[in-house]
């Protein structure tokens, strides 16, 4: 803790551990990953370190590990919860088939105007099942009218599906119920390793 204008402040590595003891491994992970994306000097290392000046205690080293264990590619909380559900599933066993991993991939795609454009994936497995994490933002009307922006994601899923795409939509509800590494079990399974990734 320290002053500022005679108020007491704490640091980030607090607040995030605080996070950790008081409300979860899951809380902390997303607002580990949260600082991360939009911070990018925030690296492992450099989390680590601030953490060093943190008093030791209970729960100090399953936080650095969860440190170690995050990323800085979730733009989204809903995304957050994505990668670790994916992560968590292949370390129990319940995923298998899971080749590679890659977060906020761009493809230039032509858009409903016949202009190019980017699309970008949240989570591209195996270099072909692109999986598009849902949050109610994108219908909240911050990033404009609802019925255009369904038009629009629309638009855009056909065209990654035309280049040999598998696109799974997936929503808060599908991540928090388990629902999502069902369905994502299913395509593995339907859905064999390409020889060749879509271009």
Known sequence: MSDYHGFRVASLARCLFDS???HGRTEALVQIESARWKHKDLSVKELLSRTSNITRG???REFEA???Y???TCQSPLETLVRDAILQAMQDGTLTGIQSIEHQVAFTITDQYGEQTRAIVDVLLNGFIAIEADGAVKTSGEYGDEDTITRSERHRERELQNRGFVVLRVT????TS????QKLKRLLEMYPVPATRPA
């Not at 808060?172 to 991540?175: A, G, H, I, L, R």
């Not at 388990?178 to 590494?181: K, L, S, T």
Request: proline share 0%.
């Open 20 to 22: 950790y003891r008081y």
């Open 58 to 60: 209970n729960g100090i």
């Open 66 to 68: 969860l440190i170690r």
């Open 70 to 72: 995050s990323c800085d």
């Open 172 to 175: 808060w509800k599908d991540v």
């Open 178 to 181: 388990g629902v999502f590494i």
